[in-house]
């Protein structure tokens, strides 16, 4: 039987990524029940914050030092040491995030492996047949349960499917290289730059203030990032909102932004209509607050109150400050 | 008689829809937020007609060897569909510069074009069409406007009347006498010629105020010793009045686009009102009455939209009933647009009346047509001709 | 400047008709098809690039079954200059990693400098495909970018990269593989002249026999992945509605955020 993998993600700082805590909190499970062995792996120009950290979730760490990750985007020198492996590794699954970085990942492994993907899984379980992977299709109106047709692949993974638990024990860590053909071509990083208001990965916020085209300007906002902040949540924002300038497209749910799952959708002044809908729709618990009873968000929140949404916002910050005060 | 329908079907292709939703957008963003100003000042809207020149919707009737963008006649009526939306005045600028321009486009010479359809297709000129006369107005064959050879011209004197654009348009194609013979065949008597305008002789002597279509100029045109060169000519003498009626066959369909354009525009203020206005605790669509006349509306709409666009197939394709078509999807359309008017006012009540809501206007453009572009009794008798063919 | 543009028609996502074929793959018989949207971001990125040099050519590639070229048609409207369609009835049913292959293998026959393709499709949502592409090629990748800058003179490309906090520069010699996202900016409406222009533009069909691949290898023949099964998902319940004053409404998300142990 082949381990099953989990390839880390620079977190900021050099640290882990949230949602390979995540991955690793899965396999480590998925390893337990199938009697596998679960391996994280981590690649970077000093891989040990990030490896320690991966230890307290997995027996095993393979710690991969590449100078060549300080300035050349990660993924595809990830990607170069994970094939490399592949040559004389045979894992029966190899986990990554549903981000950016793991997609890219994802692709160029299963480019040079000829191993097939899986996406946006939001439940793994083990067959005989190998990883029987669960997501959602069609902006949530579909759950589907999709196989391996060779038994293994690479499967990319949702924030907040999974809640991180660390293990009871700390894991070991081996460095290891991965010689190979340096197949995959870098690319050079020239510049990190950061923006003021640009905040963590939405996707992983579990709770999520959002707000839309009622929201009015940018001013308004302010009362968005208010809440979000008296709940400990995030800011989300409808296209429109972005459209209008109001508020970074990093930000965006939706279709042509981020998908997310968190436990708390607050939606201030947003319709709900299908582009918007298919980010959000399977959020654990949806309100809205919108002047507009016929909006399509009336439909499918869970709870929705009918009022102007400065009011009621100004009311529900009020007495959420007032609980925490 | 009537022959077999070919095609059997039709579907807008690809093409079409991406026009019609392009034109949808231009007219949602740039023409509909003018149409009540240009209703209450009654000043042609030169923006807008510089608007349209600009997205080439004026170039869509033409063909693309002369500048335009060769649309099909369902093409064109696509436009002024969704331009009528909004504002049946901006909508009549492309139906008028493509019914203006169909003599020429029917049976001028390749030199003609070549002359005058690039500045049209590019909207620089706008050209009008000068037929109707005080005392010749469903009775085309009785216009007296005379155009006497003399050398190398014609010398037109007479005048017109309501005549649409004609105080702002480059071109004017006009119909007058050129045989006036008492024995000669009633149909034999017309011809038909492009004036560019101005001209000595030719004079603007009167704007009308009308009920509705407040934005474009109905104008009463003077002919005094105008002189145009043979040249200028379009066909042969004596083809005026054929010409004028195989004219018909392709420009009623675009007055029919204007009408359920104006229709549908009524349609959608009436049913967002009937979803918004609550009285006695629900919405006013919910009372049977009132959705029962949306309902109509809609099913009138949408009788006359269908007919139009399988009209337009028909005539492209070439079909020996043409004039039947173009009169009954004109007939159709025109009682449409002032039926779907006058209930959306109904729908809105005491708003209805008044001009906070776009309905009272959109009621009264509706009105001229039933008018223009031949009566709707016209064409009444053209579908019967039709039908019943001629008595043995 | 030659820039290839992939272009996936996919269901249109506003029609909510997206469903499960009798093979377990998405129906792609379901009308109607739109273009993937960060593909027209991708698009309007390699037109307003071709504006801005002054020159240049956008084709289009797109492997889909037989009735793209309607599809396709607005794109070409918008501006491309001519299309290349891969379809074959042994497609059908590809996974991902198959689609990157035939795609990439079509590549190899076109001249470009660069290869704009949206970070991931409305469909299936996966995000892999310009990645692998990039990998079979030989290339380097791209993605999330925010802006793109090509140099053809020093044929290098620089793209702003969008990152949690921000966005990292990258760099890459041409010619090179580049996801798009839609903070590219809006697609333009294609004009009048470009609709009625768009009739006259190329699509250039290719089979796979056409591209030398066995139809044995490819398609739903050789499909990574399978369905397994498939469930609705549980019904959220009846949405409660609460009318009545601003703090009566606040009270109300107090209480409902208490009750599913929120706060």
């Known amino acids: ?325 | 008689m009537v022959t077999e329908s070919m095609p059997p079907t039709y579907r807008l292709t690809e093409e079409q829809t991406l026009l019609r939703d392009a034109v949808r957008v231009i007219a949602d963003e740039r023409v509909a937020p003018r149409a009540a100003e240009i209703d209450k000042s009654g000043e042609f809207p030169q923006d807008l007609r510089e608007l349209l020149a600009a997205q080439d919707i004026l170039a869509l009737p033409f063909p693309v060897k002369f500048g335009g963008l060769g649309g099909e006649l369902l093409t064109v009526c696509l436009a002024i569909e969704q331009l009528s939306r909004a504002c049946a005045t901006t909508g009549l600028i492309l139906a008028v510069q493509e019914l203006a321009s169909l003599p020429l486009l029917i049976a001028g010479t390749d030199g003609q074009k070549a002359r005058w359809i690039p500045k049209l297709a590019s909207g620089e000129h706008l050209i009008a069409f000068a037929v109707t006369e005080a005392e010749a107005g469903s009775d085309v064959a009785a216009i007296r406007t005379r155009a006497v050879r003399d050398g190398d011209d014609y010398v037109i004197t007479g005048s017109k009347r309501f005549i649409s654009h004609g105080s702002v348009a480059d071109l004017v194609t006009v119909f007058a006498v050129t045989n006036a013979d008492p024995t000669a065949a009633r149909s034999r008597r017309l011809s038909c010629f492009v004036v560019e305008v101005p001209t000595p002789g030719f004079e603007v002597t009167r704007i009308e105020h009308k009920m509705g279509l407040r934005g474009s100029p109905t104008a009463e045109l003077a002919f005094d010793g105008v002189r145009v060169p043979v040249a200028n000519r379009i066909g042969n003498e004596g083809d005026g009045f054929e010409l004028a009626m195989k004219t018909f066959d392709r420009s009623r369909p675009g007055i029919a686009a204007q009408a359920v354009g104006i229709a549908q525009g009524a349609l959608d203020v009436a049913a967002a009102y009937a979803r918004d206005r609550r009285q006695f605790g629900k919405r006013i669509g919910d009372f049977q009455l009132v959705a029962g006349m949306l309902a109509d509306m809609d099913a009138t709409t949408e009788s006359a939209r269908q007919l139009l666009y399988k009209a337009c197939v028909e005539i492209e394709a070439g079909t020996p009933d043409a004039s039947r078509w173009s009169a009954m999807c004109k007939l159709v359309a025109g009682d449409a647009a002032m039926r779907v008017t006058t209930d959306a006012v109904q729908v809105l009540g005491g708003y209805g009346y008044i001009d906070e809501f776009p309905v009272e206007r959109m009621m009264r453009d509706a009105k001229i047509t039933q008018l223009y572009e031949g009566t709707q009794q016209i064409q009444r008798l053209v579908v019967a001709r039709a039908l019943l063919g001629k008595d043995d | 400047m030659r820039i290839v543009v992939l272009v996936k028609p996919v269901p249109d996502p506003a029609s909510g008709s997206e469903r499960l074929g009798p093979d377990g793959r998405l129906d792609r018989a379901v009308a109607p098809n739109v273009v993937n949207g960060n593909d027209e971001f991708a698009l309007e990125a390699a037109l307003k690039l071709v504006e801005a040099a002054g020159e240049g050519e956008i084709t289009l590639l797109s492997m889909a079954p037989a009735n793209a070229p309607e599809t396709l048609r607005k794109a070409l409207a918008m501006g491309a200059t001519r299309a290349v369609h891969v379809t074959d009835a042994a497609l059908a049913g590809s996974c991902a990693v198959s689609t990157a292959a035939v795609l990439a293998r079509a590549l190899r026959d076109l001249e470009f400098d660069f290869v704009l393709a949206g970070i991931d499709a409305s469909d299936g949502v996966g995000g892999i495909v310009p990645a692998a592409i990039a990998a079979h090629l030989g290339l380097p990748y791209l993605s999330y970018a925010q802006r793109i800058e090509p140099d053809m003179t020093t044929r290098t490309i620089r793209v702003r990269r969008t990152s949690p906090t921000g966005y990292d520069l990258l760099e890459a010699p041409l010619p090179a593989v580049i996801g798009c996202t839609q903070a590219l900016g809006e697609p333009r409406y294609p004009s009048l002249k470009g609709i009625m222009a768009a009739r006259g533009k190329e699509i250039v069909t290719r089979s796979l026999a056409d591209l030398g691949l066995d139809p044995a290898t490819h398609g739903a023949n050789a499909a990574t992945t399978a369905l397994l099964d498939s469930t609705m998902p549980p019904s959220r319940g009846a949405t409660e509605i609460v009318r009545g004053t601003p703090d009566e409404g606040a009270a109300r998300i107090v209480d409902f955020l208490v009750e599913r142990r929120i706060i």
């Open chain 1, 1 to 325: 039987m082949g381990a099953i993998w989990v390839i880390a993600e620079p977190g900021p700082d050099g640290g882990l990524a949230r949602i390979s805590a995540e991955a690793a909190t899965l396999v480590r499970e998925l390893a337990a029940a199938t009697g596998r062995e679960a391996i994280g792996i981590v690649v970077a120009p000093d891989p040990a914050v990030a490896a320690a950290d991966l230890a307290t979730y997995l027996a095993a760490v393979w710690a991969i030092t590449e100078p060549a990750a300080t300035d050349h985007a990660w993924s595809a020198v990830a990607a170069r040491h994970v094939v490399n492996l592949l040559g004389t590794e045979a894992p029966d699954a190899i986990f990554v995030g549903a981000g950016a970085d793991g997609r890219d990942v994802a692709g160029a492994v299963s480019a040079q492996t000829g191993l097939g993907v899986l996406v946006n899984a939001t439940a793994v379980a083990w067959t005989d047949a190998g990883p029987a992977v669960e997501m959602n299709v069609f902006g949530g109106k579909l759950i589907t349960t999709s196989g391996f047709t060779a038994g293994r692949g690479i499967i990319t993974i949702r924030p907040n499917v999974t809640t991180a638990v660390q293990a009871d024990t700390v894991g070991r860590i081996e460095p290891r290289t991965a010689d190979g053909p340096a197949a995959l071509p870098l690319v050079r990083v020239l510049e990190r730059v950061s923006e003021a208001g640009a905040k963590a990965p939405i996707e992983e916020a579990k709770i999520i203030v959002s707000g839309g085209r009622g929201v009015g300007g940018a001013e308004g906002f302010g009362l968005v990032e208010d809440l979000a902040d008296a709940l400990g949540g995030a800011v989300g924002a409808s296209r429109a909102a972005v459209d209008s300038g109001w508020i970074p497209y990093a930000q965006q749910i939706g279709q042509t932004g981020k998908i997310v799952k968190p436990e708390l959708y607050l939606a201030l002044g947003i319709s709900g209509a299908i582009q918007h809908k298919v980010g959000m729709r399977t959020s654990g618990a949806i309100v809205a607050i919108n002047r507009d009873t016929d909006a399509p968000i009336a439909e499918f929140a869970d709870l929705f109150v009918a009022g102007d949404l400065f009011e009621v916002g100004a009311a529900l910050l009020t007495r959420l400050r007032a609980r925490s005060g």
